[in-house]
């Protein structure tokens, strides 16, 4: 795989101890804005921690619900949701502005993540503000999916996520996080999987059937024990075998 470059992201800003670590060897931060945790102290703090590592940095909104951790879909009418998510990511520029951090990304969190893909009102409203206001911000969306396909078709910059610490239950859905194996915690298989995501090769999901995705950026959460030595041995791992660790191109999405 010598020469190929692949940008890994994780979270920060969410109140665990691995944030230096993942600033570390992580290529982009997807900073919690205050949504499903976080506050301008937090978020001005993990700007400066990624400005001081020069890394790429984006936002991490979320619907508004700090009981759940924003991992539950809320009742909330389309444009409420669309509404808060303007304003974490607002937030968050500000304080980047400030620091003097351009973002170069939106990656919604959790729930929201997944619904933008199951709600085609809530997903064609999101991206409609997203054109609207943040158009100059790639969006990080899971690779094949139809929510990242119809960004591309609204113009915007997609990157094509996959995740190297969950497992999959088909090409566009992850196994749900209430299956009891839901999470890759063995860091050679979560390499095996990281470099399936890259080259486009077959891995197995969650089911037993074999499926392909093409990632241009592979998720590493934060928030999972042992976070930081992960990314450390992904990054390591990788290298060994001619990967480079970067952010993503500013280029034109892929499908």
Not at 34 to 62: F, I, L, N, T, W
Not at 168 to 180: A, W
């Amino acid at each position: 795989m010598k020469g190929i470059e692949i940008d890994l992201n994780a979270d920060i800003g969410e109140g665990f101890a691995f944030d230096q670590e993942l600033v570390r060897y992580a290529s982009s931060l997807n900073v919690a804005c205050g949504g499903h945790v976080g506050d301008s102290e937090s978020m001005r703090q993990a700007v400066r921690c990624c400005r001081e590592g020069r890394k790429s940095v984006g936002a991490h909104p979320s619907y508004p619900d700090l009981i759940h951790f924003g991992r539950r879909a809320v009742a909330m009418s389309t444009m409420s949701i669309v509404d808060a998510v303007e304003e974490q990511v607002t937030q968050l520029r500000l304080i980047a502005d400030e620091e003097g951090v351009r973002l170069f990304h939106v990656k919604p969190h959790g729930a929201l993540y997944h619904e933008l893909s199951r709600n085609e009102n809530l997903s064609n409203t999101y991206l409609e503000r997203h054109l609207q206001k943040f158009s100059d911000l790639a969006l990080y969306a899971m690779a094949g999916s139809s929510f990242a396909q119809k960004a591309i078709r609204f113009g915007l910059r997609v990157i094509g996520e996959g995740f190297v610490d969950r497992m999959y239950q088909e090409r566009d859905e992850l196994v749900s996080r209430e299956s009891g194996r839901s999470l890759l915690i063995d860091p050679p298989e979560m390499l095996d999987q990281a470099l399936s995501l890259i080259s486009g090769s077959v891995f197995r999901a969650a089911g037993g059937n074999e499926i392909t995705v093409e990632a241009q950026t592979l998720c590493l959460h934060g928030d999972h024990d042992g976070a930081g030595e992960k990314a450390r041995y992904l990054f390591q791992e990788l290298k060994k075998r001619g990967v480079t660790v970067t952010p993503p191109s500013k280029e034109a999405s892929k499908l």
